[in-house]
């Protein structure tokens, strides 16, 4: 009967390190999993109760894990947002048209896209400069204008007071009267500076002749 008893208690043995060594995938599972220590109590009853006790390292190793989880779910939603902004940029590029999801296309697009706006702001910024100093050069031909425009107005001046200066007569100097009368038809005036007086045809050569006065008129004694 001790041996019965003592087989019957070695079976009860064998079905609990049946149930402790189960499926070993189980098993092994989830002590890689939890990362502790099995710890086996055997009473003097024949029951076994399993604890599990988590050992310094575990808490180390969930905290790696979480790490981990944390580090990978930042890649990811960093990667998300890196292709929404390939999108936006595509859609920048190409207004109007899809958007493209092939990012070496997307960035050979934007480099052209950068050159052309670098040469057009090259050719802005010469166009610039030519128009600066064009600017230069009317605001020096204005003033030009201005002073030559200044010296006429003083000539101008000058040439005035002259021309009031030439027409004032000499102190005196009396002004010629009016003419009277005005000369007949077929007649002269005596002298051209004075006034007009009528006055014949003139007289014949042998009339102004005064070589014979002295015999025709002597003088008187």
Known sequence: MEAVDQFEGDDCYLDYLDILLGPADSLTNS???SGGVVDVDFSSSGGAVTQFKECSRKRGQSDLCSRAGTK???EKLRRERLNDRFQDLSSVLEPGRPAKTDKPAILDDAIRVLNQLK???QELKETNEKLLEEIKS????KTELREEKLMLKADK???????KTVALPPSGFMPAYPAAYHAAANKMPVFPS???MPMWHYLPP????TSRDHELRPPAA
């Open 31 to 33: 002590i890689c999993s």
């Open 72 to 74: 990978a779910c930042r």
């Open 119 to 121: 040469n057009e702001a």
């Open 138 to 141: 009317l605001k020096a031909e």
């Open 157 to 163: 001046e000058k040439m005035e007071q002259q021309l």
């Open 194 to 196: 004075y006034g007009l």
């Open 206 to 209: 042998a009339a102004c002749d």
